[in-house]
């Protein structure tokens, strides 16, 4: 096996585990609201172009950004949780 052939295998399983990862968000109940993290990332500017993380909803063509609403939430728990945890000690 030369080295680019196991380039590419690692490159396949990255994308692999990040689309697994991101197909169990749309299963995750974060504790921030969706529309909280919808309405603060359109006010900030957020836009990503990234399909991997557009779903549509009921199968229209008005795309929703599900799966990077809950990535940020997950991402922003996380960080509360951290700044709660500190403040305890």
């Given at each position: 096996?030369?080295?680019n052939?196991?380039?590419?295998?690692?490159?396949?399983?990255?994308?692999s585990?990040?689309?697994?990862?991101?197909?169990?968000?749309?299963?995750?109940t974060?504790?921030?609201?969706?529309?909280?993290?919808?309405?603060?990332?359109?006010?900030?500017?957020?836009?990503?172009?990234?399909?991997r993380?557009?779903?549509?909803?009921?199968?229209?063509?008005?795309?929703?950004?599900?799966?990077k609403?809950?990535?940020?939430?997950?991402?922003?728990?996380?960080?509360?949780?951290?700044v709660?945890?500190?403040?305890r000690?």
């Open positions: 096996m030369n080295q052939q196991g380039g590419n295998d690692a490159r396949h399983d990255d994308y585990a990040l689309t697994d990862f991101l197909a169990s968000l749309i299963d995750y974060s504790t921030i609201p969706n529309e909280l993290v919808e309405h603060y990332l359109g006010k900030s500017g957020f836009q990503c172009p990234d399909v993380l557009l779903s549509t909803k009921n199968g229209s063509q008005q795309y929703r950004v599900i799966k609403i809950r990535l940020v939430a997950v991402a922003t728990q996380k960080f509360v949780a951290e709660v945890g500190d403040a000690q």
